[in-house]
């Protein structure tokens, strides 16, 4: 397992997707999943570190060095690996080269490119997927992800109080994107999208988006904290909420039509003991 000192941040949502993975949302930036580094040997350009847990790399990745040494931090393709010993090494330029010396530095090791900013993909074994890379992440906090299939393509759809995602933002990046892999789906076509944050995602038995939050209007229309969508990402008029709709929406479920997490509200704010039913 790769799983580490885990996330910097909390988790707010995990979708298991079909291969065995997990898609990982959260408040979680950085370098948010690592291992401790606990020893270091240096033999010319040649450098093995030791990692307190196993560390699950194999020949050929690439692991984000942090904090084992002067000059020794970024990223390196991995060299060399002997997975009892909890060790693997890398090669670095003669300039970074230091005193052979074993050591014990406060340092860490990530698999991958190290930036994982809200979102996330981990393997089966809670490795750091590096096969669907999401750029530079997203710039604020993810509270909802769901997968979704459509053909042989497989969606990610991920809510919250986000104004960019990867580097790119304005109308249509607020609060709600779907992506294919960790490109944006310029094919859901949401408009405006949401005017606030969105705190839950899930999908109907017809396969259509329902969104929960704080939010008054989706695309201009008038949305009381809950919206539905059509399969290409247009507002579902058919389903209508108004702006006078009070509810606690804090979590979906998609099996059926009942949406336990979803409470009304009673005169004085607090919510009922029954869930709402969409």
């Keep these: 397992d790769f799983v580490g000192t885990g996330a910097n941040g909390s988790v707010t949502s995990v979708a298991r997707l079909a291969g065995g993975g997990f898609l990982v949302g959260g408040s979680f930036s950085g370098s948010?999943?690592?291992v401790a580094v606990t020893n270091r040997?240096?033999?010319?350009?040649t450098v093995t570190l030791q990692t307190a847990v196993a560390h699950g790399l194999s020949v050929g990745?690439?692991?984000?060095?942090?904090?084992?040494g002067s000059g020794l931090d970024g990223a390196f393709p991995v060299t060399a690996v002997n997975a009892g010993a909890r060790t693997f090494a890398f090669t670095v330029t003669a300039s970074a080269t230091v005193a052979d010396?074993?050591?014990?530095?406060?340092g860490s090791a990530t698999r991958g490119n190290g930036v994982f900013n809200r979102l996330v993909q981990l393997t089966s074994a809670g490795a750091v997927d590096t096969t669907v890379s999401f750029g530079s992440g997203f710039d604020a906090g993810v509270a909802s992800v769901s997968v979704q299939t459509v053909g042989a393509t497989t969606y990610y759809v991920v809510g919250g109080s986000f104004t960019g995602y990867n580097g790119l933002s304005g109308t249509g990046y607020d609060n709600l994107v779907r992506l294919n892999g960790g490109a944006l789906d310029r094919g859901f076509n949401q408009g405006s999208g949401a005017d606030a944050a969105i705190n839950a995602v899930a999908f109907n038995g017809g396969g259509q988006l329902v969104i929960a939050g704080q939010f008054s209007n989706v695309n201009g229309v008038a949305r009381g904290r809950l919206a539905r969508f059509n399969l290409d990402g247009t507002l579902d008029t058919a389903f209508t909420s108004s702006s006078a709709t009070n509810a606690l929406t804090k979590r979906l479920h998609g099996e059926g039509r009942r949406f336990p997490g979803v409470w009304a509200l009673d005169a004085d704010g607090a919510p009922t003991n029954d869930p709402a039913v969409l």
């Design 61 to 68: 990745d690439v692991v984000v060095v942090s904090g084992v």
């Design 41 to 45: 040997n240096q033999s010319g350009t």
């Design 101 to 106: 010396t074993l050591v014990a530095p406060a």
């Design 32 to 34: 948010g999943f690592g």
